[in-house]
């Protein structure tokens, strides 16, 4: 059978004739009628024409449903779907929430704790995909005065503390200039055009810079914002093998999981800068993201500590490590949110550390840990307790610090 119009998925969508009462001598319980039959599945098509109406979230609670089971199973639909929430965004006119900045970092930081996202996004990639979104919060509270507030990015320069001084939107600009490495990594546009060739992360920004009005707007925020969109769309779609990428920093590279976890901690760091050169109150990253970070910061250690000896920047290895063997290790233990105990090897950067071996031990906040790899403080004046071979100490702080840039 079909519909007035000849159309068999109208009929199959009209109301179904109810079926026929149960006889009163059925031996049956009567007050538990058979359940209906379930509604067939909408098509393909159907699905995807209510696409716009659930991105204005327009659609039933039933089409609703059916829509986000749809975008679980369909890739093509799924990313439409993100493009047109996206575009939704854009017709809706931000509102600042000056009388309680506290009530948009509480809101976001409920609806990052609930259930995942029907789009499940890789679980390394979400410490960047959360500081982004809390970022870009940030960035749509403030005024238009406040886009030109100045903002002064710390780092060290082997033993030298180094500072530039800058904007709120040019910070967003080094932030979108640096991202741009693993942009093109994925083969995604690079926001310093073709042919730019292997810029250092400083280099990319100053390009950037020279490059775009003087001084910077707020203008910068639309195109990172957009980029960060896209960087974690590709990653949520591209499978498995793409967390093992090669992103290239000039002077080194880092496989693309450790990479977004990197972004996600620069991310944080400069939105302390800006929150910090707004006036605006911003909280440290959850506890599981904090303690991603701070296990990348120790695994990266070792080899920069390697780096810094073949400058003489750092003590030559007390032993000869030979192969299988962990050689001499520095107890790091970090407190409070996202810590935990990690163990640095000290004589060989293919090595791993080991509580046998160890000849020291620090012990640190984990915000002063982060301040301390940010560049934010010297080495001398981090650690809250240490103990053991005080050369060593000094070089895994130095080394800490020196894993900062701009």
């Known amino acids: 059978m079909t519909g007035a119009n000849g159309d068999p998925e109208e009929t199959a969508r009209a109301p179904r004739i109810p079926g026929p009462r149960w006889a009163a001598d059925d031996h049956a319980d009567l007050s538990s009628p058979p359940p209906d039959p ?55 006119a ?4 000056d009388l309680d900045p506290l009530l948009r970092s509480r809101v976001l ?12 996004v890789p679980v390394w990639a979400t410490p960047y995909d959360a500081e982004t979104a809390r970022l870009d919060a940030l960035l749509r509270d403030i005024g238009e005065s406040e886009w030109h507030a100045p903002v002064r990015l710390k780092w060290f320069e082997d033993e030298r503390r180094v500072n530039r001084k800058t904007t709120v939107a040019g910070v967003i600009g080094h932030l979108l200039a640096v991202d741009g490495l693993v942009a ?26 020279n490059g775009s009005p003087r001084p910077p707007t707020r203008a910068v ?9 896209t960087l974690i769309r590709t990653a949520s779609f591209a499978g498995r093998g793409v967390a093992d990428l090669t992103v290239t920093y000039g002077d080194f590279a880092l496989p693309l999981r450790d990479s977004l976890l990197e972004r996600a901690f620069e991310c944080w760091v400069h939105a302390e800068d800006i ?25 990266l250690l070792p080899a920069t500590l390697a780096g810094r000896r073949r400058t003489g920047l750092a003590a030559p290895p007390r032993e000869l490590v030979a192969a299988g063997s ?20 000290l004589d060989s950067p293919a090595a791993l550390g080991s509580r046998e071996h ?49």
């Open 38 to 92: 379930p509604e067939p599945p909408l098509p393909h098509r159907v699905l995807k024409s209510l696409l716009g109406a659930w991105a204005l979230s327009a659609c039933s609670p039933e089409e609703t449903q059916a829509v986000e089971d749809h975008l679980t199973e369909c890739a093509p639909c799924a990313d439409e779907a993100l493009r047109l929430r996206d575009a939704v965004g854009l017709l809706h």
């Open 94 to 97: 931000e509102r600042d929430l």
């Open 109 to 120: 930081e409920n609806c990052l704790g609930r259930r995942p996202a029907r789009i499940p």
């Open 184 to 209: 093109a990594s994925l083969g995604l546009d690079d926001p310093l055009g073709p042919g730019v060739g292997e810029l250092s992360p400083a280099e990319r920004t100053e390009a950037y810079w």
């Open 221 to 229: 925020r639309e195109p990172w914002r957009e980029q960060s969109h």
């Open 275 to 299: 929150a910090q050169a707004v006036a605006y109150p911003y909280d440290p990253p959850s506890g599981a993201h904090m303690h991603d970070m701070i296990d990348l910061a120790a695994r």
């Open 326 to 345: 962990p050689g001499r290790s520095l107890h790091l233990e970090i407190e409070g949110a996202g810590g935990g105990h990690w163990y640095i090897a």
């Open 358 to 406: 160890t000849v020291a031990q620090v012990a640190m906040d984990g915000a002063e840990f982060f301040q301390l790899v940010a560049g934010h403080i010297p080495p001398e004046e981090a650690a809250a307790g240490q103990d053991g071979d005080r050369e060593a100490i000094r070089d895994v702080l130095c080394a800490a610090a020196s894993l900062s840039r701009m």
